[in-house]
């Protein structure tokens, strides 16, 4: 189990499963021949029968379940194709199956949810322990092995009709508590770099569980400067070396080196008690997920189904001058050549900060675009997000950052093609749409045409 947890951790983010390369160097290799789907799999199999044993052991046979749902947590920073990964492996494990002839929907009985949507889920569930009101916010600290995960919710509507919607989900850096054992690991080696007897697999998988299991969770950061921790070494016969603490058959490391060299690089990354007001850790934090997972499914309807947007997404355009351009920016006036009067460098918000969107939701804007012929087909939208509430008005306002130039290839619509196709003196115009979709993983940008989708692009993997 912990090798296979182990090893989990290295595919614990998506893109590792995509690209092998993108794989923490430090964390253990997988076994021969194992692809990290593989180990999926498998866990997730094992997994599965030993969850059934119990279930059945503890309710009898009362609980169908072959037909019933199964919920799969997920990492709050993976986008669609981690979890269509994740999706496919539980299915290829076993944990949903066909119940019976004509059952043709029996893979729909796989749900996915978002650990901290599912530890929100049991937050918001308990609030007499954390006293929260309706658009209140509050963040999940997942603090794992691998990472640490936060994720901010806003309590929205009634709490007795429970919604909630999504500020902010990120996976945080590697800087999870398996990292504390890899850094003990390192300063164990530095330490006893000349009593190569300690220094074998063995030696140091010993020293390293005793730190994972005992000292790493009693210690209590700067109070314990001053104590010294002992850690038994597998290997007794060696010499004595009061210089590096070596004595008696015990390793003894004081507080104060294990905070320099093992907490604090890992814990410093991670730092925001001065920023929120009431930190909590509910006695049943090592279940909160899964408690959610199985609250949201008895719920039988989507808690957390919105979205807060966590910043403007702008895009620069040229509208019509108004009086009030004349005034403040005579400068980007220009003259069209069907002689109108255009204002260049306006912002069209397509997504203001802190607009409650569905999760998915497409927010549409109507765009149109001048061509002479029809090799004039590119559109090029260049995408701005800005942090401040403020609705700014002009590109050199400060405080907006350029995300991308998204380049819209205008050709692939029929009405543009008919156009390009007959020989016009004046040129053209072509209408379009672009619209805009958030979850908590990424920002998709789509090219729409009478209703229809002509083409999409990821620009923002929100991450
Ligand atoms: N009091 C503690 N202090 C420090 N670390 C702890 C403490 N209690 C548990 N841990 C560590 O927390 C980790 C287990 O956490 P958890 O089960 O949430 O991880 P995980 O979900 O497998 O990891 P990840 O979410 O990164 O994939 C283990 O590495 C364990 O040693
Ligand atoms: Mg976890």
Not at 46 to 73: F, M, N
Not at 91 to 104: M, N, Q, Y
Not at 117 to 136: D, G, I, M
Not at 275 to 288: F, G, H
């Amino acid at each position: 189990m912990r090798i296979l947890s182990l090893g989990l951790s290295n595919v614990n983010e998506p893109h590792a499963l995509r690209d092998e390369h993108a794989i923490d160097p430090r964390l253990p290799s997988l076994p021969h021949g194992k692809r990290a789907i593989d180990l999926i799999v498998d866990f997730l199999a094992c997994l599965w029968d030993y969850a059934k044993h119990q279930i059945t052991r503890e309710i009898g046979a009362v609980a169908d379940l072959d037909s019933a749902d199964v919920w799969l947590t997920v990492p709050a920073a993976w986008d669609a194709r981690g979890c269509q990964i994740m999706r496919d492996a539980a299915i290829t494990a076993g944990l949903v199956r066909s119940a019976h002839a004509g059952d043709t929907s029996w893979r729909d009985r796989l749900r996915i949810i978002t650990e901290p949507e599912a530890a929100a889920v049991h937050c918001a569930y308990l609030t007499e322990l954390h006293k929260l009101r309706p658009s209140q916010n509050f963040m999940i600290c997942d603090a794992g092995g691998g990472t640490v995960d936060l994720a901010v919710y806003k309590i929205i509507g009634m709490l007795s009709n429970l919604e909630i919607a999504e500020m902010c989900a990120r996976s945080g850096a590697n800087c999870g508590s398996l990292f504390l054992d890899l850094r003990f690991r390192e300063l164990v080696r530095t330490l006893l770099s000349e009593h190569p007897a300690h220094l074998d697999e063995a030696s140091l998988a010993y020293f390293m569980h005793n730190f994972s299991e005992t000292t790493k969770m009693v210690y209590r950061g700067e109070l314990d400067d001053n104590t010294m921790f002992n850690f038994t070494c597998f290997n007794v016969e060696d010499t004595d070396d009061p210089n590096v603490g070596l004595q008696n058959g015990d390793l003894t490391i004081p507080g104060n080196l294990l905070r320099r060299e093992v907490f604090d690089p890992v814990v410093q990354q991670e730092r925001f008690a001065s920023k929120i007001n009431v930190i909590s850790r509910p006695p049943d934090c090592d279940t909160a997920t899964l408690r959610g997972a199985a609250q949201y499914g008895l719920a039988r309807r989507p808690l957390v189904s919105s979205i807060i947007a966590p910043q403007s997404y702008m895009m620069k355009v040229k509208l019509p001058a108004e009086p009030e351009d004349q005034l403040k920016r005579p400068a980007y006036i220009r003259t069209n050549d069907a002689g109108v009067s255009i204002c260049e460098n306006r912002l069209q918000y397509l997504v203001a900060k802190g607009a409650i969107l569905r999760k998915g939701q497409r927010v549409k804007h109507k765009f149109c675009k001048f061509s002479q012929n029809g090799q004039d087909r590119m559109f090029v939208a260049t995408l701005y997000t800005s942090d401040n509430d403020k609705i700014m008005r002009y590109t050199d306002e400060g405080e907006t950052v350029e995300l991308c130039k998204w380049t819209v290839d205008l050709s692939v619509l029929p009405s543009f093609q008919e156009d390009a196709n007959t020989p016009q003196a004046n040129g053209f115009y072509t209408e379009f749409e672009l619209g805009l979709e958030l979850d908590s993983a990424e920002v998709r940008g789509i090219l729409i045409h009478a209703g229809q989708d002509w083409g999409h692009v990821v620009f923002d993997f929100r991450s």
